[in-house]
Every structure is written in structure tokens, then in C-alpha cells.
């Protein structure tokens, strides 16, 4: 069983939908939650970061932990097809981006 | 402007043949590491680096090799390259105490 789990879709939705993409995970010493985009052909490029349960918003990006449920989302109002792209859960132990655990991503098109 | 260069892009090689991937970042970040990407699996770390001769195994580290002589740099080296590590390949380097890990453009690798 992978430490992070994370639903690969594809996701299709019209533009203007709220997306809901989401992550579990097993290990209980994660205490680093976040979310990584990455377009076709390109790195991931870090979208959100949040530490320990909470929510965290970012225009229209919201983050959100559940540690009791070990439950990680990432909320995108108003989609746009610029959104259209992989989005990666990462989780880790330690506070720095040296040794993250992945999820397999989520891939979306956001649709005219 | 702040980035991560991998080299090469693409490479097409045969079993056993030995072969480099360079990664170098202007950023003057302590650490730096060495994804696989591959469908289904997501990314997984090979090694990563603390600091200048300071490596470490990640998730995935056999049949690869790393080294770093410079904080800049940061090669991958395939010394007997099989098939099965035909993938997707990310270098990424982050900063002490820091939470994001910037990532290079990737190289394909197909070994045949």
C-alpha cells in the first residue's frame, strides 16, 4: 500500500465547477501537506502548503487537512481551462522539501 | 532567473550502456534530489542530498548512482541502465527550513 493514495482520473469538468480533488495517506508522522501542479511536458511547480489539519486559501485554491481522517483535498473554485493540468498531493515528516512522499496525481480538464 | 536544468531532455539508449543526467540550480539550495516518474506510480524519490557529499537513499535507489562534489550540481548516473528504469526523470533542489522543492523540466529516458 502506498503511504499516499490519490484517485488518478482523469477529472473532466466545465469551466466555471468547483473541483474537488483529494488524497489519503497512512503514516501519522506526515505533519507537511501539499498540493503540486504540473502541466504537460513541465516539473511540478508547488501550489499550496499547509502544516497539520487546518484549512489554507489561496485565491481561488482552498487546501484542507483532516489529520484524524488522514484526509487531504484540494478545492479549485471557478475553474478555468487554465487549470487543466496534474495535481499532485505530497506529504512529509520534516519541515523541509527534501524527502516528500507523492501521490500517484490527479489528472483535470477543465472544459469550455 | 531561478531554475533547476536538467540535461538532456530525451536520451534513447541501449541496455548496459553507462549514462549521466546532469541537474544543476542557481539557487544556492542546500538540498537537492532525484525523482522517477512512472504511470500509475507517481513520483518516487531515487536519492537525494543534503548538502555538499552529503547523499542519502530514497524510495527507489537501485540501479542508480549520485554524487555531489559541487552544491550546484547534482548528477544522476546510470552505470548498467535496464529497461525497467525507462521513465520520466525530475531533478528538484529546495532551500534549509524550507518547504518548496523547485523541479527541472525532466528527461525521458527510453532504454531498449
Known amino acids: 500500500q502506498k503511504e499516499v493514495e490519490q484517485d488518478p482520473g482523469p477529472l473532466s469538468v466545465p469551466e466555471g465547477a468547483i473541483v474537488s480533488l483529494n488524497c489519503t495517506y497512512s503514516?501519522?508522522?506526515?505533519?507537511?501537506f501539499m498540493w503540486y501542479r504540473q502541466y504537460s511536458r513541465k516539473g511540478p511547480e508547488l501550489l499550496m502548503y499547509t502544516y497539520s489539519s487546518g484549512n489554507k486559501e489561496d485565491g481561488r485554491f482552498t487546501a484542507q487537512v483532516d489529520k484524524s481522517s488522514k484526509y487531504i483535498s484540494l478545492f479549485i473554485r471557478d475553474s478555468q481551462p487554465s487549470d487543466s493540468a496534474t495535481y499532485l498531493c505530497?506529504?512529509?515528516?520534516?519541515?523541509?522539501?527534501?524527502?516528500?512522499?507523492f501521490g500517484t496525481g490527479t489528472r483535470l480538464q477543465v472544459t469550455l | 532567473e531561478a531554475q533547476v536544468t536538467q540535461n538532456p531532455r530525451y536520451l534513447i539508449t541501449v541496455t548496459g550502456k553507462k549514462l549521466t543526467v546532469t541537474c544543476s540550480q542557481n539557487?544556492?539550495?542546500?538540498?537537492m534530489s532525484w525523482y522517477r516518474q512512472d504511470p500509475g506510480l507517481g513520483l518516487r524519490q531515487i536519492y537525494y542530498s543534503m548538502n555538499v557529499e552529503v547523499t542519502d537513499k530514497g524510495d527507489v535507489p537501485e540501479g542508480y548512482k549520485v554524487s555531489r562534489k559541487e552544491k550546484r550540481n547534482f548528477p544522476l548516473i546510470l552505470e548498467s541502465p535496464s529497461p525497467n528504469q525507462t521513465s520520466l526523470y525530475f531533478c528538484a533542489s529546495s532551500g534549509q527550513g524550507k518547504t518548496e522543492a523547485f523541479f527541472g523540466q525532466g528527461t525521458r529516458l527510453t532504454v531498449v
Open positions: 505530497a506529504a512529509s515528516n520534516t519541515g523541509t522539501a527534501s524527502k516528500l512522499t
Open positions: 503514516n501519522s508522522a506526515f505533519q507537511y
Open positions: 539557487m544556492n539550495h542546500e538540498y
